[in-house]
Each structure stands twice: as C-alpha cells, then as structure tokens.
C-alpha cells in the first residue's frame, strides 16, 4: 500500500505569539504543500528520505525525544507523539518532497508534521479529529524537536481553504472560516521573503513566552486572555516595564484581529491594512520581535502606497506580508528591492500569494 498526503505552509494575516497566550490569529495556508509518500511494510522502523537533503534516516518505532536529530525530528517526534496518544504505527518507508521554503516563516515545520502524520492517520485509518491531530503535531515539535511552540501553526495546515482565513480562538480551540479573497477586490496579498533566516528553538521564542506567562501570573490569572476585556489599563498593575510591554502588544494584537475579522466582513481592505500595519508597531516596539532588515521592508511597502504590511511569523527575520491595490503592486515590488539592495541587504523573494487549502489525501493504493 503507498498513501501519498499533502500539508501546506501558512502565513498568518495577523495576531502574532497570541496562540500559548490563548488570544486570536487570523492565518491562512499557502498554496505551497509538503508532500509525504509512505508504504508501510512489516517493520519496527522507517526510513525516511527527502528531497532536500542527502541520504536517508532510519527512525525506529521506539523512537524517543534526543534520538533523531535535524529535519527528520519532525518526522520522528510524530511517530513518538502518535504513539505516546496510544496509537500503533507501522514501520515502511516515507519520501518527502516539498514547496515550502524552509527557515522563511511559512511554518515548513508544521507542513512536514501534519503531512507526516496525516499520512500515517490515512494508511492505519485511525479515528483523529483534526484538532486532536494538530495537538499531536505540536506535541512532536515541543517535546520531540524541543521547541516551544503554540498551535496555530498546525490548525492553519490542517484546516485551511481556499479564499479563507482561519479566526482561531486559542481559548475554546476553535477554527472559524472567514471569507478572505483580496484579488476579487483588486487586492494583492504579497508574500515578501527577505530571505534573513529565523530561529525558533533559540531563546528569543521562548523568552518572549517566558514575560508572557509572568505577566499573566503577576496579575493572578492563568493567561492574558483572562484579562482581554478589562482593557491595556490593567496592565498598569505590573512592576516590570518589559513585561507591561510584552503583554500590551498580546492584548492589543488579539483585539486588532478581531476588528481585521470585522473589516474583512465589510470587503474594508484599507482598514485590514491599517490594522496590519498597527501590528507591525506593536511587534516592533512593544513585543521587540522584528529586525531592522524587516522594519524597513514594511515601512518602505507602505510608504510605496501598501494598504498596509507588517512581518508574519514567530520573528527574528522571515517575512513580510503586504496588502497591495493592483495597480500598486510593481510600484511596491521596486522600492522594496531598491531599498533592502541600498542597505546592503540580500534580495528578497516576492510573490503574490492567497489563501489555499489544508491538509488531506492526494492518493491511496492497495
Ligand atoms: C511560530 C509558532 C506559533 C506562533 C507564531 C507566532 O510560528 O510556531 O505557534 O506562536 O510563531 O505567532
């Protein structure tokens, strides 16, 4: 038997490190996908292969947490994750091929666990919601690979859709669809990669989830989400400035995706811009996770006439997303290039993208 399933990248429109703060995030998945071929065979191991490195890595079904190193963790802490949920997983073989850009942002880790894992789901026919699933998923990254991680990331791969965003309540752990389709309206959405890697597993990531939950504490709740409707005033009753920052810019990003929600339901792309663009300030200066590198390439679109731009992801580096009228979009395209090449920076990748479909099946034989 092969089964061959697909997982995709994401971009998050807007509310950013709000998941393990149990806030809001609008993301999408991206038309690139990751894609997982496994036949599963009478053994206690696979051997996973991939298109983007050299040689192969045998992972035993045993696997745990320290044993397999480097991209193929991701596979290996799904196999441990699945089976630590009381699942048996068949040995085989698995070759993965994939679009999404690896170290960009675009969540290429969270495509190759749900593709991993939906692949295995799909050949054993094992009865786990998709919810279920992308806590497995995070579940291999936080404890297998040893990044603190939310779960956006996942939900995004496994239930994006065409022309929607996902508003995901990290509360309830709910995934609603809202129609999200800015090239009926003349919209571009550009993908801006500035190609500067990001680092997750390094301290930044689990520093700023670190003044989180100790801002949450010194206000006697067990999440900011606790106090979301008291208003930023509340944060008036934490000692460390740091901390009234950090948790400022989680307060404020989980109400701007909430009123991107609301200006998405009236077609309003130049408030959605807006409010990217409010977020951008709030990364920049409250939740100190962006780069000058990425500064000026979300300055330098909306100075070139974006409706609004702000970097996508976990920070440090990777992308910006713009909001661009059509007839802006070259316009945009020339100053960012002008602008990162006279600050000696590398040039970056820019494309127009939109929201595409999630996880599932590409195909199964007997
Ligand atoms: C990374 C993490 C997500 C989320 C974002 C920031 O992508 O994997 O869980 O925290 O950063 O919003």
């Known amino acids: 038997m092969e089964v061959v399933y697909a997982a995709p990248g994401r971009i998050n429109l807007i509310g950013e490190h709000t998941d393990y703060n149990l806030g809001f995030a609008l993301p999408i998945a991206l038309p690139e996908r990751t894609v997982v071929s496994y036949s599963p065979t009478d053994t206690d191991r696979i051997v996973v292969r991939s298109d983007r490195e050299d040689g192969e890595v045998t992972i035993a079904l045993d696997t745990a947490p320290g044993a397999v190193e480097g991209w193929a963790a991701y596979v290996a802490g799904v196999v441990w994750a699945l089976r630590g949920a009381g699942h048996e997983v068949r040995g085989g073989t698995m070759s993965i091929t994939s679009e ?35 806590r497995i998923a995070q579940r291999a990254e936080n404890e297998y690979v040893g990044a603190p991680t939310g779960l956006m990331d996942q939900l995004a791969a496994l239930f994006g859709e065409a022309k929607r965003a996902l508003l995901i309540d990290f509360k309830k752990t709910s995934v609603e669809p ?52 008291e208003g930023v005033e509340v944060l008036d009753r934490l000692a460390d400035p740091v901390e009234r920052r950090r948790a400022r810019h989680i307060l404020t990003d989980n109400q701007r995706t909430l009123e ?107």
Do not use: K, W
Not at 106 to 128: F, H, Y
Not at 321 to 343: C, E, P, Q, Y
């Open 100 to 134: 999404v850009e690896v170290g960009s942002g675009v969540s290429s880790s969270a495509a190759l666990e749900c593709a991993v894992l939906g692949a295995l789901v799909t050949a054993a026919d094992l009865p786990i919601d998709r919810i279920a699933q992308a």
């Open 178 to 229: 809202v129609y999200f389709d800015p090239d009926s309206a003349g919209i571009g959405l550009l993908l801006i990669n500035s190609r500067a890697p990001h680092r997750h597993a390094g301290g930044e990531y689990a520093a700023r989830r670190t003044a989180c939950e100790r801002a949450a504490e010194q206000l006697g709740v067990s999440s900011l989400r606790e106090v979301q409707d």
């Open 260 to 366: 991107v929600v609301a200006a998405l339901e009236d077609s309003d792309f130049g408030q959605v811009g807006r409010l990217l663009t409010a977020s951008q300030a709030s990364m920049r200066d409250d939740f100190e996770i962006t780069t000058d590198h990425i500064d000026l390439i979300a300055d330098t679109a909306v100075e070139a006439g974006a409706l609004g731009a702000r970097m996508t992801g976990g920070g440090f580096g990777g992308c910006v997303i713009a909001l661009v009228a059509d007839d802006t979009v070259g316009a945009v395209d020339d100053a960012v290039r002008r602008a990162v090449a006279d600050a000696g920076y590398n040039a970056p990748a820019i494309t127009r993208t939109h929201a595409g479909r999630g996880a599932a099946a590409v195909s199964r034989s007997r």
